[in-house]
């Protein structure tokens, strides 16, 4: 089993930034695609960036191109989401999501193990 904290979250004006821990137990993630999605009220959760085991540029969602960054630390089992020149539109509770899998994902049905969610809003 994976138990997936995420952290970070926030309130903050249009512009600016937020950075997202998403600390892993259990289980080394080095062999886990990580994803991040996030889920608007009244929306379906949505795929916002995945990055495979060996790490990379990531896959992103056109939504947050540019703007938004992964990484994984494996050594410290953890992933990051660096979210730049946020919007209102990126309010959302997001969620860190793991599944032993080399392959990045899209669809949040793929993955095995999810994080309690970490609240973003930006005000406009």
């Known amino acids: 089993q994976v138990q997936l904290v995420e952290s970070g979250g926030g309130l903050v004006q249009a512009g600016g930034s937020l950075r997202l821990s998403c600390a892993a137990s259990?289980?080394?993630?080095?062999?886990?695609?990580m994803g991040w999605f996030r889920q608007a009220p009244g929306k379906e959760r949505e795929f916002v960036v995945g990055?495979?085991?060996?790490?990379?540029?990531?896959y992103y969602a056109d939504s947050v191109k540019g703007r938004f960054t992964i990484s994984r630390d494996n050594a410290k089992n953890t992933v990051y989401l660096q979210m730049n020149s946020l919007k209102p539109e990126d309010t959302a509770v997001y969620y860190c999501?793991?599944?032993?899998?080399?392959?990045?994902?899209?669809?949040?049905?793929?993955?095995?193990?999810w994080g309690q969610g970490t609240q973003v809003t930006v005000s406009s």
């Open positions: 999501a793991a599944r032993a899998s080399a392959v990045v994902h899209t669809t949040a049905t793929e993955y095995n193990y």
């Open positions: 259990g289980r080394t993630i080095s062999s886990y695609t």
């Open positions: 990055i495979s085991w060996s790490g990379g540029n990531g």
